[in-house]
């Protein structure tokens, strides 16, 4: 062989070895990746899969055609910021010390976050943290200031404050695309927390939503009249209804301060008619309270339809590239919402539209699609679970259980047959007395302890909670159990060492 031919052949297997670098860097790893897709006040009755009679949204279905939809799943704080520390910790929120809105997130405390990086997993999170503190556990994070602006949204970085011009479901849905073609280490696996702000309060729309359901009447509640009579004080006495506490922001009379010039004129566009026609109205009493329920329900589903448009965005780039077949992606909310049920907007409540929270999951190879589950599940649950998906020993301080089980059709036989709630924001915003339950298949009791007042509902007779049979006679028997199950669950979770706080909620 001459020395050219020796130089050419030592060229070529240079080249044989750098693209064998190349592709063992570019392969997927072993583990599978994990997107959790989180929306913040998605109610299951917003969602098609879940049988919503008033929207479509058909990449959230996709999800559950190709994955497992979660009946009852339960949040077990329904606000904001205590309900992301439990999915962070796996601990109620008197252990993980975010009770309520007001409380920064101790960020030294130990989160999936940490066990994840600790085992290889590159991590991220872009959108909505509402948890003060900076989210330093994350190997890359973009997040809101606090709830963030429907419109040209800052951000907090390791680099600063930065402001981008666009419409937030749109532009974190480009931050978390730029995330996964630009900043991903393709040699490691990854979790990526996809965290939307809407459709939290004040329910503003897209610039590619804004006519949608224009000319639609949709459907209203049949508790929209709600009188509160058959249960306790409690309902009557809070300040989040559709007739009384709205504002104009909420009814797009007037518009957030950060708009552009552009951005105003196109929305106060979209919204001109409807007002001037609302003014000539001059209604009055159940009208006015339609009207507002309208209003409201259509720009709610509005900022839904925006969340199901960039989740497509997000499945596509999935599909084009690979990553699909070894990432599990899992589509949550913080909460449940109410969408004029009882009167109200907001959440808080352990009634059901507030307690129950949307999960679907779907898990290439492992999930059945099209499967449902109608196991008791929480929140709490989500730490164990990310984990045991990366294949991480659970930590013994954790409180949940992993739903993998459940995800491969195998329910434990020790399944649990009940969860609990504890709700602390009061005094505060809306008035929603401080309380604690227990909900089991098909019952739930309800304590508000501050005033000494108890719920007993019925739900397979009574699914709208109307009528508590607390002290009806026939359930007497029901009462016992219950009671003796709330004592057995605050000792399982330790709330019967915990005090009571002096806590004092702010925000929603």
């Not at 910021?81 to 101790?106: M, Q, Y």
């Not at 690979?322 to 808080?348: C, E, M, P």
């Amino acid at each position: 062989m001459t020395v050219s031919a020796m130089i050419r052949t030592g060229q070529v297997l240079l080249a044989i070895v750098a693209a064998g670098q190349m592709f063992a860097a570019e392969a997927p790893p072993t583990r599978p990746n994990i997107i959790f897709v989180f929306a913040d006040d998605h109610a299951t009755h917003a969602i098609s899969a879940y049988g919503s009679r008033i929207n479509s949204t058909p990449n959230i279905d996709r999800l559950a055609r190709e994955g497992m939809l979660f009946r009852n799943c339960f949040v077990t704080n329904s606000i904001c910021a205590p309900s992301r520390a439990v999915i962070l910790t796996g601990k109620h929120s008197h252990l993980n010390g975010v009770l309520t809105n007001s409380e920064p997130f101790d960020i030294n405390q130990q989160t999936f976050v940490h066990l994840l990086k600790q085992a290889g997993y590159q991590t991220a999170i872009v959108g909505k943290w509402h948890l003060q503190s900076d989210p330093v556990m994350f190997d890359y994070w973009r997040v809101l200031i606090g709830q963030g602006p429907y419109y040209n949204p800052r951000f907090r970085t390791p680099q600063g404050v930065i402001t981008i011009e666009g419409y937030t479901t749109d532009v974190i849905t480009d931050l978390v695309l730029e995330w996964l073609e630009k900043h991903r280490d393709r040699s490691r696996p990854f979790f990526l927390a996809y965290h939307h702000k809407a459709p939290h309060r004040e329910w503003l729309p897209g610039p590619k939503q804004l006519n949608l359901y224009k000319d639609t009447f949709i459907p209203e509640p049949t508790t929209l009249f709600d009188d509160y009579r058959g249960r306790t004080s409690a309902a009557a006495k809070t300040t989040m209804t559709i007739a009384n506490h709205m504002t104009d922001l909420d009814l797009k009379f007037t518009l957030p301060k950060n708009l552009t010039e552009k951005q105003r004129q196109m929305i106060e566009e979209a919204y001109r008619k409807e007002n001037q026609a609302f003014r000539a109205a001059g209604l009055q009493g159940e009208e006015l309270v339609r009207w507002k329920y309208q209003r409201y329900i259509k720009d709610y589903l509005r900022c839904v339809a925006a969340i199901d448009d960039n989740l497509g965005r997000v499945l596509e780039y999935l599909d084009r590239t690979g990553l699909a077949q070894n990432t599990v992606v899992i589509y949550s909310s913080d909460q449940g919402f109410f969408l004029g049920d009882h009167g109200w907007y907001d959440k808080r409540w352990m009634y059901e539209e507030s307690l129950r929270m949307p999960l679907i999951v779907r898990w290439p190879g492992v999930v059945s699609p099209g499967s449902v589950n109608w196991d008791l599940v929480q929140n709490l649950d989500f730490a164990p679970t990310f984990l045991e998906i990366a294949g991480v020993p659970l930590p013994a301080e954790m409180q949940g259980r992993s739903l993998v089980p459940l995800l491969r059709g195998q329910r434990p036989a020790d399944w649990r047959q009940s969860i609990y709630y504890r709700y602390y924001e009061y005094p505060a915003v809306h008035d929603v007395q401080r309380h604690e339950g227990v909900r089991t298949a098909r019952y739930k009791l309800i304590h508000y302890y501050l005033i000494n007042e108890w719920e007993l509902f019925d739900l397979e007779k009574d699914p709208d909670e109307l009528r508590s049979v607390y002290d009806d006679p026939a359930y007497a028997d029901v009462k016992r159990e219950l009671l003796a199950e709330l004592e057995r669950l605050r000792k399982v979770y330790g709330v019967d060492k915990a005090q009571e706080p002096p806590v004092r909620g702010s925000g929603e």
